[in-house]
């Protein structure tokens, strides 16, 4: 069984570009869920997919956006870049067979530092 | 009120030690909960799930008291392994998880 995995695993960009986050989903998985972690603090939903679709959404601002593939990986892009966006971006996968009581399997995660 | 709250840390324990963390959260619809644990810049790996009363698996134990809104998680006979980030989860609707801020544990020789 493979798990889920991100890629890049460390990225540095700058304040106002634009970045693209990339996830494979555990097999037999079809819902994607990012998060960000900020240092000492616990993870914060960005949003989910399933089935292509945007599914659920945190508070998070217009210039974070994603997308879910047939084959249910998933991107994450951040436009406008700013100093706060700098955390660890972890995407996680699950198979909602208890609705959204479902636990979810994490990736390594993408550590972007903006500068 | 913060939706999912937990002790704040660290804790830092000798091996053997018997050790219990609190989380309280603010959904009183909340059916299910979680306990993730974290080590240093490293992913959140499930370590319990908790869907009714209580669970146990070896030297940990997660409580639950619905009246309350609060969860615990016991640890006992402490190992230096055990040294992690712990966090409570609660399912929200939309697919959300809502961690809490973790609390460290550290067990020392």
């Known amino acids: 069984e493979t798990g889920v995995t991100q890629s890049p695993t460390h990225l540095i960009k700058t304040r106002g570009q634009q970045v693209t986050l990339r996830c494979s989903s555990q097999?037999?998985?079809?819902?994607v869920s990012w998060y960000q972690q900020a240092l000492g603090q616990g993870p914060q939903f960005i949003f989910q997919y399933y089935r292509e679709e945007e599914n659920g959404r945190g508070n998070f601002p217009p210039r974070f956006s994603g997308l879910q593939f047939p084959n249910y990986s998933s991107e994450l892009n951040v436009n406008a870049l700013e100093l706060d966006d700098s955390a660890l971006y972890l995407c996680?996968?699950?198979?909602?067979?208890?609705?959204?009581?479902?636990?979810?399997?994490f990736g390594n995660g993408t550590r972007l530092t903006v500068t | 009120r913060k939706e999912v709250e937990q002790d704040p840390g660290p804790f830092n324990v000798p091996e053997g030690a018997t050790v219990a963390f609190n989380c309280t959260y603010s959904?009183?619809?909340?059916?299910?909960f979680f306990w993730y644990r974290q080590d240093c810049r490293k992913e959140p790996k499930l370590l319990m799930s908790v869907y009714s009363s209580g669970n146990e698996d070896g030297r940990f134990t997660a409580q639950l008291n619905r009246a309350s809104q609060y969860i615990s998680l016991l640890i006992r006979d402490s190992k230096l392994s055990d040294s992690a980030t712990y966090l409570c989860?609660?399912?929200?609707?939309?697919?959300?998880?809502?961690f809490g801020q973790g609390t460290e544990l550290s067990v020392k020789p």
């Open positions: 996680a996968s699950s198979k909602p067979d208890r609705g959204w009581n479902s636990p979810l399997h």
């Open positions: 097999s037999g998985h079809n819902t």
């Open positions: 959904n009183s619809a909340s059916q299910s």
């Open positions: 989860v609660v399912p929200a609707q939309g697919g959300k998880l809502i």
